[in-house]
């Protein structure tokens, strides 16, 4: 059992940077991968970003990358988003996600039926 919790959220101007924070108890292990979603208003959660604990694999949505930085800190089990030069359309409520998932079938992790534990998700509000 996997619990997650996310922080970091807020309002920031367009051009601003924002870094999310995901801390994870029950000490996922490499059989995990850690994804960032988000969902704005009227749309469908859609993929940001994945990781696999404890390796070098990371995955971005092709819209994300660039601007877009997940990394993870093991020793205190928390999953970072680092986001720059937000732009407006970049509101949304951001949640994040484990699922245990062996495959490194990169098209696997976007897939949010895949994600079995979810955060409560942390609110995004970009302004112009």
């Known amino acids: 059992q996997v619990q997650l919790a996310e922080s970091g959220g807020g309002l920031v101007q367009a051009g601003a940077s924002l870094r999310l924070s995901c801390a994870a108890s029950?000490?996922?292990?490499?059989?995990?991968?850690m994804g960032w979603f988000r969902e704005a208003p009227g749309k469908e959660r859609e993929f940001v970003a994945a990781?696999?604990?404890?390796?070098?694999?990371?995955y971005y949505a092709e819209s994300m990358k660039g601007r877009f930085t997940i990394s993870r800190d093991n020793a205190k089990n928390t999953v970072v988003l680092q986001m720059d030069s937000l732009k407006p359309e970049d509101t949304a409520v951001y949640y994040c996600a484990a699922a245990r998932l062996w495959s490194d079938r990169f098209y696997l992790w976007s897939d949010l039926r895949k994600y079995d534990y979810w955060g409560q998700g942390t609110q995004v509000t970009v302004s112009s």
């Open positions: 029950g000490r996922p292990d490499s059989t995990y991968i």
């Open positions: 990781l696999r604990w404890s390796r070098s694999s990371v």
